[in-house]
């Protein structure tokens, strides 16, 4: 996992809003879940530095000490998004939303980010940006998942 529930409870306190306090709400162990298939889908990216050999997860990079924030918010984000029922291989409609609008107050999303954290199969376009300064490319990212065996 990146990052820890507390850790993920104290970054959820500084945001505006939660989902509609998913994360607030959720069982540490969903949350536990959550933050693991999280960090499934964040070392499925490609990125531009190479990952020590024999460390269970993609980073820290080689030359990093440790793991980044933004990746530790990237797999916080995640985490809330897949609590909240985004899948990108399945849910279309949770990333594809462009925006919101609640009485006279709209809320729009960057589409761009959308379209690209769903095709490189990541739950949350937050998370997707935060991840964006590692990747190997901005214009072509490789995803890489586990074959099954035949």
């Known amino acids: 996992m990146y990052g820890t529930i507390a850790e993920a409870d104290i970054y ?24 693991t298939q999280a960090a499934l889908q964040i070392d499925g990216l490609k990125y531009a530095t190479d990952t020590p050999s024999g460390q269970e997860h993609k980073f820290p990079l080689t030359g990093q000490d440790a793991v980044p924030t933004n990746v530790k918010y990237a797999a916080y984000e995640i985490a809330r998004a897949l609590l909240f029922g985004a899948d990108p291989n399945q849910d279309d409609e949770l990333l594809d939303a462009s925006g919101i609008t609640l009485g006279e107050m709209q809320v729009s999303k960057d589409l761009k980010y959308i379209s690209r954290a769903k095709d490189n199969g990541i739950s949350s376009a937050v998370a997707f940006k935060f991840l964006l300064p590692y990747l190997i490319s901005d214009d072509y990212i490789d995803i890489v998942r586990d074959q099954p065996s035949v």
Do not use: P
């Not at 939660?18 to 959550?34: E, M």
């Open 12 to 35: 959820f306190t500084t945001k505006q809003f939660d989902n509609l306090n998913v994360w607030r709400d959720a069982l540490d162990t969903d949350k536990t879940i959550a933050l």
